[in-house]
């Protein structure tokens, strides 16, 4: 029966095909899967190769601020706490003030305006009053305020507890 | 619309615009003969590999380091210490030069050898030799930048070599140093080299070696009938083959670099004596070597002089080789190349191990 045998090769011939793209898909598979594989490899180090480690600088609690004699009253400077600035306002005679110096709107560097005895933030034009408060501007949260001791001559800042 | 489809249709939008079928059609038609000395043709592209490992461990390298004198030292022990993974980006970078310079080696001596520097193929030849130059001169100026005792010291070394030069030896060495000595200024000077002006060279040169090679096509050693070499379709047969190359290229760099991590020695200190066992990277051994057995005065001649004076005329040489290869009658002088090709890779070779064991 020759019209059957050739069926029967015909069924052959395609359970033959459906195995080799079986097998084809596979090959593909384990080698799609082993440069995935090794490209996960190249990118993980240098992912986490990218992240900087963190800042190797102790925190800072106290620092010398300077000498009493160095501001007079009705004045301000930036003074370096840690690795971030503070600013030292002498307010009259006997009073002193120390805060944060980072703007809390976007990091820039306050300062000190006598004329209107405010602290200043010329990025935005932020103004905070004597305690930190933000008086005007985009500013949203005061100043942190820090302890200022005057220990004989040296002024002393340190970080309230 | 099928996903075929829309692909098909995405890679012919980006065609019409960027013309991506004339590259095709060029990378179609580019072959590689195939025959007994196949094996050699992988050199180059190794070294390519390498290259590219170099710019982007570099590149990471750059985000951490600090090229002064005060914090240079500090900021590599930093990235080996601190940062995740800095001990192998700066190991990889290390291991990769290193090889890098020996693979372009290599393949510069199959050229040799397979003849493949011969008519019209001059300029791929001379743009290969600066190749070699140019990573030399990365290889020199990256070994002074973890600035530490043995490269602080060889610096000394190798600027003093160069100030032995001929007329402008002095003002080249002021050049290099960026003063009377070794120092910050110095520092800066090879990092400036280091980062932009070779890499932009290697960039340029790269390109134009590449150029020559796709209008050339791959050289067959002269001993062979082209007509019957058979050859095989660069894209894809041949790259991916050269793919698997890397991959095995990689393996062993990764290797290297996990197993013998790239040291770091002690810091620079210009007013210690120079540490014993002061030498350059390998691949300025032999000629390290050479020097030394150089008596200091040689007839009327300065040692270190006749020394350069002799280095000089061999590069004149060798640079040149593919012009005085070929007999008049064309006919190419092939033992006479052959043999001195031996002759310089023996002598390297020799001179190499010599200055690394005594």
Redesign the interface.
């Known amino acids: 029966m020759p019209v059957q045998e050739s069926s029967k090769q015909s069924t052959q011939r395609t359970d033959g095909a459906r195995a080799d793209r079986k097998r084809r898909s596979l090959v593909s598979w384990l080698l799609g899967g082993g440069v995935a594989a ?1 490209l996960a490899s190249f990118f993980y ?2 992912v ?6 963190a800042a ?1 600088e102790a925190s800072v609690n106290e620092v010398a601020a300077g000498r009493v004699q160095d501001l007079k009253p009705n004045s301000g400077k930036v003074v370096k706490f840690g690795n971030k600035p503070a600013l030292l306002v002498r307010v009259s005679e006997t009073e002193w003030k120390a805060f944060s110096a980072v703007c809390t709107h976007l990091n820039c560097t306050v300062q000190y305006q006598d004329g209107r005895q405010q602290i200043w933030c010329a990025c935005h034009n932020g103004f905070y009053d004597l305690n930190g408060a933000v008086v005007s501007g985009p500013p949203p949260r005061p100043l942190e305020e820090f302890a200022v001791h005057v220990r004989g001559d040296d002024v002393v800042i340190s970080r309230r507890a | 619309m099928s996903a075929a489809e829309l692909r098909a249709r995405a890679a012919g939008w980006i065609d019409d615009r960027l013309g991506f079928g004339a590259v095709r059609e060029l990378m179609s038609h580019k072959v590689v003969p195939v025959h007994a000395a196949t094996p050699w043709y992988y050199f180059g592209g190794i070294t390519l590999f390498l290259f590219a490992i170099q710019i ?1 461990t570099g590149i ?1 390298l750059m ?1 951490y380091y600090r090229p002064t004198v005060a914090e240079a030292f500090d900021s590599v022990q930093f990235i080996m210490t ?5 001990w ?2 700066r190991s990889i970078h290390s291991w990769s030069a290193n090889l890098m310079i020996f693979v372009a080696f290599v393949h510069m001596f199959s050229v040799v050898f397979t003849h493949a520097y011969r008519a019209p193929r001059e300029l791929t030849w001379l743009s290969g030799i600066a190749l070699l130059g140019v990573m030399l001169a990365f290889g020199f100026s990256g070994y002074l930048l973890p600035w530490n005792q043995i490269s602080y010291f060889a610096t000394k070394v190798g600027t003093d070599v160069a100030a032995t030069t001929p007329a402008i030896g002095e003002a080249l060495a002021r050049f290099l140093r960026g003063g009377e000595d070794v120092g910050g200024a110095t520092l800066t000077r090879f990092f400036a080299f280091h980062v932009i002006v070779l890499p932009l060279a290697a960039m340029l040169l790269v390109g134009l070696h590449l150029l020559l090679i796709q209008k050339t096509g791959m050289s067959t050693p002269p001993w062979m009938d082209r007509s019957r070499v058979r050859t095989m379709k660069f894209f894809p047969n041949f790259f991916l083959r050269e793919l698997m190359v890397w ?1 095995g290229a990689l393996a062993v760099l990764g290797a290297l670099a996990a197993i013998f991590p790239w040291e770091l020695g002690e810091k620079a200190d210009p007013f210690t004596s120079a540490p014993a066992g002061i030498r350059p990277e390998w691949y300025f051994l032999a000629q390290f070597y050479t020097l030394k057995l150089i008596p200091s005065h040689v007839w009327f001649l300065e040692g270190e002089m006749v020394g350069l004076l002799f280095f000089g005329i061999a590069a004149v040489v060798w640079v040149a080789l593919p012009f005085w290869a070929s007999n008049p009658d064309g006919s190419l002088r092939s033992r006479l190349v052959t043999g001195l090709g031996i002759f310089l890779a023996a002598y390297l070779a020799v001179f190499t191990v010599l200055g690394y064991v005594k």
């Open positions: 090794s180090p240098v986490r190769f990218l992240n900087p480690p190797s | 982007i990471l985000l601190r940062v995740e993974f800095g192998l980006i991959y």
